[in-house]
């Protein structure tokens, strides 16, 4: 082998290890980031157990943008951001939530309460229908519809989903 491709052998074994070495940190970061996440998802939950809505909303916040990935972050701080009032922002994160999780039907039962809490009974409908399609055997859609219906004053409608329920 002549000296070139030795060296050149030399330095792919170099940068194969670098790369490597990048890899197995990116890693660890991300690993790190994610357990980093999960306590402050905890943190989180235990600050709304206290009735603390906005506490939670912000330690919910930092444990998204540590790891972005995790639906559940977006359920409970729409959840906190709800329950402190925050309707509009409440809305955009339950929003978030079904983008990563289209076929859990609990995303769109949360995200109808926001609509009501809205007074936008038209598109909570909407919802509470979505989350009856897409798991017709759960009571707590049919409850949520009842809710709408009952805001829009439809009462024979409210009552037979209730029966439903």
């Known amino acids: 082998m002549?000296?070139?491709?030795?060296?050149?052998?030399?330095l792919l074994r170099v940068l194969a290890c670098g790369v490597l070495a990048a890899?197995?940190?990116?890693?660890?970061?991300a690993q790190?980031?994610?357990?980093q996440a999960e306590e402050l998802m905890?943190?989180?939950q235990q600050q709304m157990s206290k009735g603390q809505?906005?506490?939670a909303a912000r330690t919910l916040g930092k444990a998204i943008e540590l790891d972005p990935t995790m639906p559940e972050l977006y359920m409970l701080r729409s959840r906190a951001r709800d329950s402190s009032g925050s309707f509009d922002a409440a809305?955009?994160?339950?929003?978030?939530?079904?983008?990563l999780e289209p076929k859990d039907e609990y995303g769109y039962l949360n995200r109808a309460r926001i609509y009501l809490s809205l007074e936008k009974p038209e598109k909570a409908l909407d919802d509470a229908n979505k989350a009856i399609e897409l798991k017709p055997d759960e009571p707590d859609g049919y409850y949520r519809r009842a809710d709408v219906y009952a805001a829009m004053n439809k009462d024979a409608e409210a009552k037979a989903d209730e029966k439903k329920a």
């Open 32 to 35: 790190d980031a994610k357990k």
């Open 42 to 44: 905890r943190q989180g």
């Open 53 to 55: 809505p906005r506490d």
């Open 91 to 99: 809305l955009d994160v339950a929003t978030k939530y079904i983008e």
């Open 2 to 10: 002549s000296g070139y491709r030795k060296q050149r052998s030399a």
């Open 23 to 29: 890899v197995f940190a990116v890693a660890a970061h």
